[in-house]
């Protein structure tokens, strides 16, 4: 059974003294979740600062990007060697560095096999731009849209050569680029039939055992309102909160309703 994960994208946001009070207030209630898992993602230069806060806490942290390559002349770049020992997770291929730093699948993919080389569990962003027209089609009809959309060609193109065991480290998080940030929020359902293809690709890539330890994430304007409508799709195994993730209340009230559905 896989373990649900919350994890809060900080983005470029909050001062060194916000990031630490934020980082607190999670410490100290998510140990009332044991069901889940929850990590956040600070700015890198607050990743140390916020390691030493947390100390033996079940709460851990997570780095928003790396550079593929182990160390070298990338002015400005962070390796996934210089995050060993601090962050547990990475996010990989977010749409706004696919948008903004012009990344794409090869980059990304690169960045995913660093990351399970030196093992950091790398978190895959996909997503497509506009939500998928499925109404009136057949499942093989749905099926067939979907292994021609980006979201898939981006799983399949961002997880080339990932092998073996190595597959219970990855996470993809399906956030539609139309609802982060927006307030626009995918519906449950239409969250939850995506996660549900996207499980039958990653079980068609690594075979039924190791594509059943994926977790599949929903991201895109989640906040404590909402959340109800993923807790109650079995293929969403967690979220990736962004904006609501800077405020505790909306970030615990989404992982309070998420601990309370779980059946882990
Ligand atoms: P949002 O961001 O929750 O603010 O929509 C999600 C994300 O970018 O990961």
Redesign the pocket.
Known sequence: MRRPLI?G?W?MNLSLSDAHVLAKVVKNSIEKFPQIEVAICPPFPWLVPIKEELSLSPLKLGAQNIHPEAEGPFTGEISSMMLKGIAEYV?VG???RRSHFKEDNHFVNLKVLECLRTYLKPIL?VGEEKKLNLDGLTQQGIEQRFFHSKIAEEIKKGLKGVKGETWRNITV?Y?PVW?????N?AEGRYAGLIAHLIRDLLINIAGETLGQTVRILY?????KKNVIDYALEVEIDGL??????LKASEFLGICEVIAKHSKY
Request: hydrophobic share 35%; aromatic share 0%.
């Open positions: 994890v994208n983005k996010l977010h749409s706004e962003c998080a956030e609802a982060i940030g927006t307030g929020n991201g895109g304007s989640v906040n990736l909160v962004g904006g609501a993730s």
